[in-house]
């Protein structure tokens, strides 16, 4: 009577684990295709966590203290200024913290990732604009 009882409790209980570790993985699912839809539209990036760092373009603004990239235009050199600063401090051979150091870290990505698709298309269309200009060398004799 007892190993029927025991049967029954391990069955349940694994088909309740199985089926809650599947409707988890739906949801990640959908989560996960959510947030690519919402990336590749380009919709609200602004104020949405990026995918790869988990941060929005506020908070790391915040985190380095610098104004939000206006149009794609943000001073990089105070920005990297800013982080260099910052990382340095939070070196945790120095007694600094090694989540703040990473949190800098991603927050610097975040900015530059705004920020490199403007800087690219305007190198681009200063090439453009110069001309293709060849780098020639010429041999050695």
Not at 9 to 33: C, H, N
Not at 91 to 106: A, C, H, M, N, V
Request: with cysteine; net charge positive.
């Amino acid at each position: 009577m007892a190993y029927r009882l025991i049967t029954q409790v391990v069955l349940i209980g694994t088909r309740v684990l199985g089926r809650s570790f599947a409707e988890a993985y739906k949801q990640a699912a959908a989560s996960s295709a959510y947030q690519r839809a919402q990336a590749q539209s380009g919709n609200g990036t602004a104020g949405r966590a990026s995918l790869s760092s988990g941060m929005t373009l506020d908070e790391a603004c915040k985190i380095l203290n610098v104004k939000p990239p206006q149009k794609g235009e943000a001073n990089m050199e105070e920005v990297m200024e800013r982080f260099k600063r910052l990382f340095d401090n939070n070196d945790p051979k120095k007694g600094g913290s090694f989540y703040l150091q990473s949190k800098i870290l991603r927050a610097r990505e975040r900015i530059e990732a705004e920020v490199r698709p403007h800087m690219e298309k305007a190198e681009q269309e200063a090439e453009v604009k110069e001309g293709w200009n060849p780098k020639l060398y010429k041999d050695k004799k």
